[in-house]
């Protein structure tokens, strides 16, 4: 797919980023934009992925109780969250320069190999590394910034409208094979060794994955540098009067809030339920069992003009779920949560990031400024993360008094999808009228 000549590739932006899913049979006589099909650099992109899914969920759904089990500090857990959510946003920023003028393939092999130094460090470090936890914490937050600026660009430019939803089901169909049976045998092997060796062992192994990943992507082709990077681009796209984006930020800061808080705090409540890592992974292995059947069948059977009424159903059931959590916390009530989420949280989050990208593709001026715009979306996400990690922190000093304050704020934290998709329901509609 990529071109040498700058002028070949040019071409090739536009007809990818122009978002038209036109066949003949509209009367233009042009490309199918409504072939669901994946050439090999998205595959191999969908690869990467899969390999730092596994690494992932083999150490990195451990990594919350780790630092619990060291410190017995929620909050510093808070911390060690908005620490890394905060500079993976600022990262993101900074990085947009490197992506759009030089070689984004280098800025996404040393995000991926950074990650790599992460659990290599937290290895070295053992006990100790509660100690850290705020280095370690800006650490593992640019090697996220640096790994997803990259990804999200080259994403963009491997997908066009007719496949992005069946690229999306497919990167989360392996995200949720990664945990199925990663999180498992990591909470297997940390059980069935004592003291800190099992969670050597798994932290070995996810190194030894990140390594691999830098090698694999090496088969991803170089894409050329165009344009210039416009550092306040976002800005100047939130204060323009009409921008598409006015509505588009606020919907993605609701996606944010809910992930900044669920994203640690669920299995982290599962292990301070049972006290027992593989509770932890059997958690993981049902709930990304029934994840990945999810993402699988709403994969191939969304399309863009199914998307609003999917995602209104998925906003209202993932809210719906949480309600098990207001009974006492055990692992059951939790697992009843994870599956009603795994169910459903593909019905929003696919029209979501589609539609997003759909929005950056819409014409060849759009096209032309992805990086930046892929930046604004990963701002929106930043933002509305750090609100909802600091509603958690200051939450959290009343749960003794209060013992439903928890649930409530993953209530509060958990329904705005529902705004989110109010703010988008526009363009969700205008994809369904385009296709």
Same mark, same amino acid.
């Given at each position: 797919m990529e071109q040498g000549k700058h002028s070949v590739q040019s071409n090739w932006i536009a007809s990818k980023a122009r978002g038209k899913l036109r066949t003949s049979s509209l009367g233009n006589g042009g490309r199918n934009y409504d072939s669901r099909a994946l050439d090999s650099q998205a595959k191999l992109?969908?690869?990467?992925? %899969?390999?730092? %899914? &596994?690494a992932n969920a083999l150490s990195g759904t451990f990594v919350p109780v780790y630092l619990w089990k060291a410190s017995q500090s929620l909050a510093l857990i808070g911390w060690f969250n908005l620490v890394q959510t905060a500079t993976s946003g600022l990262t993101f920023w900074i990085a947009g320069k490197w992506v759009k003028e030089h070689n984004k393939m280098h800025c996404l092999r040393l995000g991926v190999a950074l990650s790599g130094a992460f659990y290599l460090a937290v290895l070295l470090m053992g006990r100790q590394a509660v100690t850290y936890a705020i280095p370690l914490g800006l650490?593992? %937050?640019i090697a996220l910034g640096l790994f997803w600026i990259a990804y999200n660009v080259v994403y963009f430019e491997v997908t066009e409208p007719g496949n992005r939803d069946r690229f999306n089901g497919l990167a989360g169909f392996l995200g949720s094979g990664a945990g199925i049976l990663s999180p498992w045998i990591s909470g297997? &092997? &940390?059980t069935n060794n004592q003291g800190e060796r099992g969670y050597s062992i798994i932290f070995t192994i996810s190194v030894a994955m990140f390594a691999i990943a830098v090698a694999v992507s090496f088969w991803l082709k170089k894409r050329e540098p165009i344009g210039r990077y416009e550092w306040l681009h %976002?800005?100047?796209?939130?204060?323009?009067?009409g921008?598409?984006?006015?509505r588009v930020f606020p919907a993605i800061m609701a996606q944010g809030v809910r992930e900044g808080v669920f994203m640690f705090l669920i299995n982290l409540l599962v292990y301070i339920s049972t006290s027992n890592e593989q509770k932890v992974g059997n958690f993981s292995l049902i709930t990304s069992f029934v994840a990945l059947a999810s993402f699988w069948l709403i994969g191939r059977v969304l399309t863009p003009a199914r998307r609003k009424i999917a995602m209104l159903i998925g906003t209202i059931a993932v809210t719906t779920v949480i309600i098990p959590l207001f009974w006492p916390i055990q692992y059951g009530t939790l697992l009843m949560f994870g599956i009603g989420t795994a169910i459903f949280m593909p019905l929003y989050i696919i029209p979501m990031t589609s539609?997003?990208?759909d929005l950056i593709g819409q014409n060849d001026e759009s096209a032309k400024q992805r990086e930046e715009f892929i930046v604004l979306r990963e701002a929106g996400l930043t933002t509305g993360r750090i609100l909802g990690l600091s509603a958690y922190l200051l939450v959290l000093p009343f749960s003794k008094e209060m013992p439903h304050a928890v649930p409530i704020l993953m209530f509060v934290v958990g329904a705005f999808p529902i705004v989110g998709w109010l703010f988008i329901r526009p363009y969700l509609s205008r994809a369904r009228n385009t296709a």
């Open positions: 992109l969908l690869v990467v992925q %899969g390999l730092l %899914g &596994i650490m593992n %937050g297997w &092997i &940390i %976002g800005v100047r796209q939130l204060s323009t009067k921008s598409a984006w006015r539609t997003v990208f």
